[in-house]
Structure formats: structure tokens, C-alpha cells
């Protein structure tokens, strides 16, 4: 039986926000009031005081608050998530991982896009720069901000996590079996001190898959370092997806406050509410930016650096995330709802 049949069969649904890994456990619905209260969150405009009614309503009431509207009349929103590369006591810093989690409604799939974060790309109100520097220089605003004007899309919210935090996450997710090849395993356990890990199936620690997420110095590069980030999400919900519920509970409201969101409380409750009255599931194809055959290798002010044949890049993941594009598109279809604001508040 193949995972999407396992997943409708037993009704749970995990959707990995982050990465590494955020996973919000369906079917909880009574408890996701409190369970989100633990989520760090970047206040905007409407944010605080909607958390603030929220947080009156009893538990009974929690699941009708969800914003069951937010994705009304939009077949697509996308959630970034980003891994940031910072370590104890240092203010914000570059974006170390970049992943869309995009929710299909036409098709009932979530998909997962990484950006390589070397992609050279112009930077509204700043020099061209590698992509990452967008998130230093302005947080998640400036971050959604150059990916929608450089590719198109609308970012609808974002989740963050640090790497203590993906440490202390994956403590509570618990140990991943991952596949490695030899000279992975010799990388990981030189790195780690350890002797081990072996070519084939490994049992790896929280320790152990961070330092497998991060790693671009064995294959080809960053490239397989975005595969690999991805594969661990992968690799988590295939895990957690054999849990019973009370497990998923646990580890969700364990994992919450090591996480960072511009999301409001009832706009989260609507996507896990989107997801099970769908009965989605994860898209098992993932992609990355930029695409084979569309970028070169520069090295630009001492940089090594992935420059992007823009509208090539832009025509792909517009097709990964919204389907491929057609003439009557154009005229107001699907091809218009990756330009409209998307905004979920």
C-alpha cells in the first residue's frame, strides 16, 4: 500500500512547514487553540488583537474560529519556510534554506520548492545579491518580497526556525531513517566523530540529519543540499504519519514554540482546516530553483554565485506551484491568481 493510501485510510494528515520540519497534527481540531499559542509569531496589522480574541474563546469554540475563508477563491497559497542561519546570540542572518510549501486545492497536493540561496537576483531597493541576503537585510517582508517580484508568486505567510531550534525540534520528532551513500556516511562521520554510519539505512539523530540537511561539501554541492533538506521533511512525515493521534498531539504541541510565524492563529486553524476537508496529501516530486539548462556560474564582486535566466525560472514554478499555463489562463484564470495579493488576514 503506497503512502497516499495509507493516509486516507487512517485520516491523518501532516503538514511539514519548515526546513526542517513543523508538522501540524489534523484531527486535533480541539486542541490547536493552545497548541498554536505556543507559536513565536511576527505581529502585523489585526495580529495581536485577533490572537487576543482567540485566546477568549473556549475550547469548544476553537475550531469554528478557524478562518475556514482563507483560501476562498484561490486555488494556491504558499507558505515559505526558512531555516535560518543563525547561532546562539546572533541577531537575524542570512536565510540558510528556503522551501515553498504550496497548497493545491485543484489538485490536492502540497508541493515543496527549494530556492538555492546562491541564486544572484535583484533585490528591491538594493543591489543584485545572492537571495539569501534579502532576509537579512529586510526579514521575511523583503524575502517574500524578492521572490514575488523576481518569480511571480505571492508568499501568503512564513514559518522560521533557527538551528537550536531545529535541534530542539527534531528531539521531539525523535531519530529518522535516512538512506546515505558511502562517502555521505564517511563525511558525517568524520564530522560528527562517530564511526557508525554506513552506505544504506541509517537510524540518524537530531544531531546527525541537521548536519546531513546542511551538508554541501560531498556530491554536487547545494544542489544536493536542497534535495537532501527536502527528504527530511519527506522522511519526517512518513515517520510521524504511522503515529496515532495522541503521539502527533504531543510531538505538534512540543515542537510549536521553536517556530516563528507571521501566520495569525485562525489563518493557520483555515489551512489545517483547507487540508482535511480536501483530504490532501503531500506531493511526493519536489523541485528546485534554478532549474537545469535555466542559470550559470558567475563569480560576481568575489562571489560564486547562480545567476538565473529570470523568465525561464519564473515560467517553471509558476507550472510547479499553479499547473501548467494555457492561452485562456491569460485571460483571467488560474494564470491571474499567482499575481492577486493573496492576502490571508
Same mark, same amino acid.
Given at each position: 500500500?503506497?503512502?497516499?493510501?495509507?493516509?486516507?485510510?487512517?485520516?491523518?494528515?501532516?503538514?511539514?512547514?519548515?526546513?526542517?520540519?513543523?508538522?501540524? @497534527?489534523?484531527?486535533?481540531? !480541539?486542541?490547536?487553540?493552545?497548541?498554536?499559542?505556543?507559536?513565536?509569531?511576527?505581529?502585523?496589522?489585526?495580529?495581536?488583537?485577533? /490572537?487576543?480574541?482567540?485566546?477568549? $474563546?473556549?475550547?469548544?469554540?476553537?475550531?469554528?474560529?478557524?478562518?475556514?475563508?482563507?483560501?476562498? =477563491?484561490?486555488?494556491?497559497?504558499?507558505?515559505?519556510?526558512?531555516?535560518?542561519?543563525?547561532?546562539?546570540?546572533?541577531?537575524?542572518?542570512?536565510?540558510?534554506?528556503?522551501? *515553498?510549501?504550496?497548497?493545491?486545492?485543484?489538485?490536492?497536493? *502540497?508541493?515543496?520548492?527549494?530556492?538555492?540561496?546562491?541564486?544572484?537576483? %535583484? +533585490? %528591491?531597493?538594493?543591489?543584485?545579491?545572492? +537571495?539569501?541576503?534579502?532576509?537579512?537585510?529586510?526579514?521575511?517582508?523583503?524575502?517574500?518580497?524578492?521572490?514575488?517580484? /523576481?518569480?511571480?508568486?505571492?508568499?501568503?505567510?512564513?514559518?522560521?526556525?533557527?538551528?537550536?531550534?531545529?535541534?530542539?525540534?527534531?528531539?521531539?520528532?525523535?531519530?529518522?531513517?535516512?538512506?546515505?551513500?558511502?562517502?555521505?556516511? /564517511?563525511?558525517?562521520?568524520?564530522?560528527?566523530?562517530?564511526?557508525?554510519?554506513?552506505?544504506?539505512?541509517?537510524?540518524?539523530? %537530531?544531531?546527525?540529519?541537521?548536519?546531513?540537511?546542511?551538508?554541501?561539501?560531498?556530491? =554536487?554541492?547545494?544542489?544536493?543540499?536542497?534535495?537532501?533538506?527536502? $527528504?527530511?521533511?519527506?522522511?519526517?512525515?512518513?515517520?510521524?504519519?504511522?503515529?496515532?493521534?495522541?503521539? +502527533?498531539?504531543?510531538?505538534? $504541541?512540543?515542537? !510549536?514554540?521553536?517556530?516563528?510565524?507571521?501566520?495569525?492563529?485562525?489563518?493557520?486553524?483555515?489551512?489545517?482546516?483547507?487540508?482535511?476537508? /480536501?483530504?490532501?496529501?503531500?506531493?511526493?516530486?519536489?523541485?528546485?530553483?534554478?532549474?537545469?539548462?535555466?542559470?550559470?556560474?558567475?563569480?560576481?564582486?568575489?562571489?560564486?554565485?547562480?545567476?538565473?535566466?529570470?523568465?525561464?525560472?519564473?515560467? @517553471?514554478?509558476?507550472?510547479?506551484?499553479?499547473? %501548467?499555463?494555457?492561452?485562456?489562463?491569460?485571460?483571467?484564470?488560474?494564470?491571474?491568481?499567482?499575481?492577486?495579493?493573496?492576502?490571508?488576514?
Amino acid at each position: 500500500m503506497d503512502i497516499e493510501t495509507r493516509i486516507k485510510r487512517t485520516r491523518i494528515a501532516i503538514v511539514a512547514i519548515l526546513g526542517a520540519v513543523l508538522i501540524a @497534527a489534523l484531527g486535533a481540531f !480541539l486542541f490547536f487553540n493552545s497548541l498554536l499559542g505556543g507559536v513565536g509569531r511576527i505581529e502585523k496589522p489585526g495580529t495581536a488583537q485577533d /490572537d487576543k480574541t482567540q485566546k477568549e $474563546k473556549s475550547d469548544e469554540d476553537s475550531w469554528k474560529s478557524a478562518d475556514k475563508d482563507v483560501m476562498k =477563491d484561490k486555488d494556491v497559497q504558499n507558505i515559505l519556510l526558512i531555516g535560518q542561519d543563525k547561532r546562539e546570540g546572533e541577531e537575524r542572518q542570512r536565510s540558510d534554506s528556503m522551501i *515553498i510549501c504550496s497548497v493545491n486545492k485543484k489538485t490536492g497536493k *502540497i508541493t515543496l520548492v527549494s530556492l538555492m540561496r546562491d541564486m544572484y537576483v %535583484p +533585490i %528591491p531597493g538594493y543591489e543584485s545579491n545572492r +537571495i539569501n541576503s534579502s532576509y537579512s537585510l529586510g526579514g521575511m517582508d523583503l524575502l517574500d518580497q524578492t521572490i514575488e517580484e /523576481d518569480f511571480g508568486v505571492h508568499i501568503d505567510g512564513n514559518v522560521e526556525v533557527d538551528f537550536a531550534g531545529f535541534i530542539k525540534a527534531m528531539t521531539n520528532v525523535g531519530d529518522l531513517d535516512i538512506y546515505l551513500r558511502q562517502e555521505e556516511a /564517511d563525511y558525517l562521520n568524520y564530522e560528527l566523530d562517530r564511526t557508525d554510519l554506513k552506505a544504506g539505512m541509517n537510524s540518524m539523530d %537530531p544531531k546527525a540529519v541537521l548536519m546531513y540537511a546542511r551538508t554541501r561539501y560531498v556530491g =554536487d554541492g547545494d544542489y544536493e543540499r536542497t534535495e537532501r533538506q527536502r $527528504k527530511v521533511l519527506m522522511t519526517a512525515f512518513a515517520k510521524l504519519r504511522k503515529s496515532d493521534l495522541g503521539t +502527533i498531539v504531543r510531538v505538534a $504541541k512540543s515542537i !510549536l514554540p521553536y517556530f516563528t510565524t507571521d501566520l495569525t492563529r485562525r489563518q493557520m486553524l483555515g489551512y489545517v482546516y483547507t487540508v482535511i476537508t /480536501d483530504d490532501m496529501t503531500i506531493n511526493r516530486e519536489t523541485y528546485r530553483l534554478p532549474v537545469d539548462g535555466a542559470y550559470t556560474n558567475q563569480r560576481i564582486n568575489e562571489m560564486d554565485v547562480l545567476v538565473p535566466d529570470m523568465e525561464m525560472n519564473k515560467e @517553471a514554478l509558476i507550472e510547479y506551484l499553479y499547473g %501548467p499555463q494555457d492561452d485562456s489562463a491569460q485571460d483571467g484564470g488560474t494564470q491571474d491568481a499567482h499575481a492577486q495579493s493573496g492576502d490571508v488576514s
